[in-house]
């Protein structure tokens, strides 16, 4: 059930991440999710969005990566993220990053887990009670 995640590099200058996000809004792809990372020269967009292969299509002369992430469902509240956290550290499962994003739709809240092992991830969660999301539902 896991994710494609974009991962696109953007060079750290003035009107570059406009681009980007511009050539997917003219597109109409959907950002879903979004998390940046910078450094000085560059930073890492990383997207959830609509339509991942309208996406690859449009960022075709961009640097940039697919990767298949975990997304889980929590409550809107305070814990939540504690709780999958928990679960995850008693099952020994690293998380080498994660960002949260939330719906209009079902008030819904998420979190985006990228780690060493989708399936087991999945499994856990699922054994714990926590939807583990597919791309459907995003």
Same mark, same amino acid.
Do not use: C, P, W
């Given at each position: 059930?896991?994710?494609?995640?974009?991962?696109?590099?953007?060079?750290?200058?003035?009107?570059?991440?406009?681009?980007?996000?511009?050539?997917?809004?003219?597109?109409?792809?959907?950002?879903?999710?979004?998390?940046?990372?910078?450094?000085?020269?560059?930073?890492?967009?990383? !997207?959830? $969005?609509? =339509?991942?292969?309208?996406?690859?299509? +449009? %960022? *075709?002369?961009s640097i940039y990566t697919v990767t298949d992430?975990?997304?889980?469902e929590m409550k809107d509240e305070s814990g939540?993220?504690?709780?999958?956290?928990?679960?995850?550290?008693?099952?020994?499962?690293?998380?080498?990053?994660?960002?949260?994003?939330?719906?209009?739709?079902?008030?819904?809240?998420?979190?985006? !887990?990228? $780690?060493? =092992?989708?399936?087991?991830?999945?499994? +856990? %969660? *699922?054994?714990?009670?926590?939807?583990?999301?597919?791309?459907?539902?995003?």
């Amino acid at each position: 059930m896991a994710i494609k995640q974009l991962s696109v590099f953007v060079e750290n200058k003035s009107g570059k991440l406009l681009e980007t996000v511009k050539a997917l809004a003219d597109a109409k792809i959907d950002i879903r999710a979004m998390s940046i990372a910078d450094t000085k020269d560059f930073g890492i967009l990383r !997207l959830i $969005v609509s =339509d991942i292969d309208g996406a690859k299509n +449009v %960022l *075709e002369d961009s640097i940039y990566t697919v990767t298949d992430v975990v997304a889980a469902e929590m409550k809107d509240e305070s814990g939540a993220l504690y709780h999958i956290m928990s679960v995850l550290g008693n099952a020994d499962i690293n998380i080498d990053y994660m960002y949260a994003f939330t719906s209009t739709v079902n008030s819904g809240a998420y979190v985006v !887990l990228r $780690v060493d =092992d989708n399936n087991a991830t999945e499994k +856990v %969660l *699922e054994e714990n009670g926590i939807k583990v999301l597919a791309s459907a539902d995003i």
